[in-house]
């Protein structure tokens, strides 16, 4: 059921290695021109049929694996796609338009693709949130008020009482509740530190 996606196998990929079956075709986040070097498993119910993505994408997509956890393929599709039709925002929770850039600044640097619309950070995301600020879908600087604004809009969404009992909200609303835990104890920090 955990099983990595490539232990079937016959050839393990080496990790953002482009794939050599690739289909040659552009990256399936249509609004990247970027050739579809990697492949991403659709779901965990489904390791043998793939997206292929750009560098870029691909670790944004991987970076999510663990929100789409319970999520039906039908149902990481739609995350995918969004109600805006993979317009940025093109991953979920980015409702106000910050997760795709923010990811794609930061993925584009980490890839050293120096492309034009990765633009300067203004101040550099702590590494040790990076993830938090993912799941949350918030922007780096950020505040303690905004995150828990944001904090408590997710945990109604994804609480399994507003969901059926459902399973998958469950995984969701724990992970939103760690990526919360981790992001407050950091501005919690640096707020101490900056008042010492
Ligand atoms: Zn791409």
Redesign the pocket.
């Given at each position: 059921m955990s099983a990595p996606p490539f232990s079937r196998s016959t050839r393990r990929v080496r990790a953002f290695a482009p794939d050599p079956d690739a289909p040659g075709r552009a990256?399936d986040?249509p609004d990247?021109d970027?050739a579809?070097d990697y492949r991403a498993p659709k779901s965990r119910d489904n390791l043998r049929e793939y997206y292929w993505?750009?560098l870029?994408?691909v670790r944004a997509y991987n970076a999510r694996w663990d929100y789409y956890k319970g999520m039906s393929p039908g149902e990481i599709e739609s995350n995918l796609r969004s109600d805006t039709g993979w317009q940025r925002p093109t991953w979920p929770l980015g409702r106000n338009g910050s997760i795709g850039e923010a990811l794609e600044a930061e993925l584009a640097a980490f890839a050293g693709l120096g492309r034009a619309r990765a633009k300067p950070e203004p101040e550099r995301t702590p590494s040790e949130i990076r993830e938090a600020l993912a799941i949350l879908g918030l922007e780096w600087p950020t505040s303690r008020e905004a995150a828990r604004n944001r904090y408590k809009e997710l945990a109604k969404r994804h609480h399994p009482d507003a969901n059926g009992g459902d399973k998958g909200a469950e995984e969701r609303l724990k992970t939103i509740n760690i990526a919360y835990a981790a992001l407050r104890s950091h501005l919690a920090s640096m707020q101490a530190e900056a008042s010492a």
């Open positions: 990256c986040n990247c970027l579809g993505f750009c870029e994408h």
